[in-house]
């Protein structure tokens, strides 16, 4: 079946603007997790939902990001006021069987972010 | 809390000999393990994991692990490289069983280069 996917796969925006970024899981998959990449920080945990339980924030930089997630599904991570060491990759991730941690998670292609 | 340290940001070896990166963890509970490769302008990929069990992991693509306890390590091994190895390869660390749940923790990253 098809992948974890991801949009957009790139966006360039102006310092202060608040972006989107948009995930859709395996389907099936009740684990969900956001990470990002970038030069000075490599990869780095986000937010990590499972099912219906309250989300794990505490990878979240600033309060200036937010995540949810409708449905179980479909997950959209917020920047608001975006800053220029915003820019990064932006990966989303799911696995299946209650996000045990034994369990495969599988990367969507990531957004680009630039904030100029 | 876990951590993890790839000795070596760039490796380069020529087509069919072995490819050898290294990973160094640091837990105080009993991890889980993981490689990732990402190959350009990709999401990352699963080539195999540690969790419970025989400490030498054989994954995808002819690439092995082997858990070794005493040593905190992790490395990766290839007998015979091959020009499409060529890639990004990311060591990772969870909290297992007892501590930290699922989200991951990467470490900074090996770049293999493949030469004929």
Redesign the interface.
């Known amino acids: 079946g098809a992948g974890?996917s991801q949009s957009p796969s790139n966006k360039v925006t102006e310092k202060g603007k608040d972006v989107e970024l948009r995930c859709d899981p395996i389907s099936g998959h009740t684990?969900l997790?956001w990470?990002r990449q970038s030069l000075g920080q490599?990869?780095?945990?986000l937010i990590?939902f499972q099912g219906n339980s309250a989300p794990?924030k505490?990878?979240l930089p600033s309060d200036r990001f937010s995540a949810e997630r409708t449905g179980g599904s479909v997950s959209t991570l917020t920047i608001q006021r975006t800053q220029q060491e915003d820019s990064a990759v932006y990966?989303c991730?799911s696995?299946t069987k209650g996000?045990?941690?034994?369990?495969?998670?599988?990367?969507?292609?990531?957004t680009r972010l630039t904030v100029l | 809390a876990q951590s993890v340290t790839q000795l070596g940001s760039h490796v380069s070896v020529s087509e069919g000999a072995l490819v050898l990166l290294r990973c160094n963890y640091s837990s105080s509970v009993p991890p889980?393990l993981f490689w990732?490769v990402q190959y350009p302008?990709?999401?990352?990929?699963?080539l195999l994991?540690y969790?419970t069990g025989a400490t030498l992991v054989k994954g995808i693509n002819g690439f092995e692990a082997e858990f070794k306890k005493s040593e905190t390590s992790f490395h990766l091994t290839k007998p015979s490289a091959h020009m499409s190895d060529a890639a990004e390869y990311?060591c990772?660390v969870?909290?297992?069983?007892t501590g930290?749940?699922?989200?991951?923790?990467?470490?900074?990253?090996t770049q293999l280069k493949v030469e004929l």
């Open positions: 974890v684990a997790y990470y490599g990869l780095e945990f990590y794990d505490s990878g990966l991730a696995s996000g045990r941690s034994t369990d495969t998670q599988y990367f969507g292609p990531g | 889980y990732y302008n990709q999401g990352l990929q699963l994991k969790t990311f990772a969870n909290g297992g069983l930290g749940g699922n989200k991951l923790t990467f470490g900074t990253g």
